[in-house]
């Protein structure tokens, strides 16, 4: 929940001039995440929804509704830019469908303007896609594989943690140093370019005398970085 934290510190600064979080997602009850969000102030508003007891209260829906029900929640929102941050379930292309515009939900009345998606991953452009990308890294380097690695902020599309990169940043890693070191180093690398991505993105379509709103999702999982956010919060 750190970059979480980075981003509600940055709102309406001059980091992030004019951008209000107005939504904290989470699909995993116990996120801190959610914490921070009441503990902000003002405080931010909140949301939950797991897949597995969504299927299990509705056992005639699947995978599909549930990205749609995810959606649903964002577009509501009327955010202008959806940050993942450490949200581990790969969202299909139902949800993306919806946030963009392109598929309509019931009454849902589709987003004026597509909404971006962006996402927080702790590796370079098509190196160590998916989970545990620090540590398969950290293991690689001491393979003699690699000499580097990173971290990004892309867009979101179907293909996991393959969307066209907004902000890359290389990150060494040192010989001798223990992965606690190596992971410290480069979360505070990615403080830096959530916030860089999220105003890049809202300065390209958004004018800049209107107060932009952020949503941030996240589900805290101790085995990977902890990322997202995009802005939905």
């Known amino acids: 929940g750190t970059n979480l934290q980075t981003l509600i510190d940055a709102q309406d600064t001059p980091a992030l001039p004019n951008v209000e979080v107005v939504l ?5 009850k116990a996120a801190y995440g959610l914490t921070r969000a009441a503990n902000a102030d003002p405080p931010i ?12 209260k509705n056992p005639e829906k699947t995978r599909d509704d549930y990205d749609a029900e995810i959606a649903r929640i964002v577009v509501d929102a009327k955010p202008d830019v ?11 292309e139902r949800f993306i469908e919806i946030v963009e515009g ?10 004026a303007t597509p909404i971006p998606v962006i996402n927080l991953h702790p590796a370079l452009p098509g190196a160590f ?3 545990n990308a620090i540590e398969r890294a950290y293991e690689a380097f001491q393979k003699g594989e690699i000499d580097h690695s990173g971290c990004m902020v892309h867009r979101v599309v179907k293909d996991v943690d393959r969307g066209e990169p907004i902000v ?18 480069l979360h505070k690398v990615e403080h830096e370019i959530i916030v ?38």
């Open 24 to 28: 904290v997602l989470s699909n995993r």
């Open 45 to 56: 508003l909140t949301a939950y929804l797991a897949l597995q007891p969504y299927l299990k």
């Open 82 to 92: 959806v940050v993942l941050a450490g949200w581990m379930h790969i969202l299909g």
């Open 102 to 111: 392109r598929a309509t939900l019931d009454e849902l009345k589709a987003p």
């Open 129 to 131: 896609d998916g989970a």
């Open 168 to 185: 890359v940043r290389e990150v060494a890693i040192k010989k001798g140093e223990p992965l606690e070191a190596f992971e410290e180093r």
């Open 196 to 233: 860089q991505a999220t105003k890049k993105i809202l300065d390209g379509y958004v004018d800049s005398d209107l107060k932009r709103r952020l949503l941030w999702t996240l589900q805290i999982n101790l085995n990977s970085v902890i990322p997202s956010m995009g802005i939905y919060v």
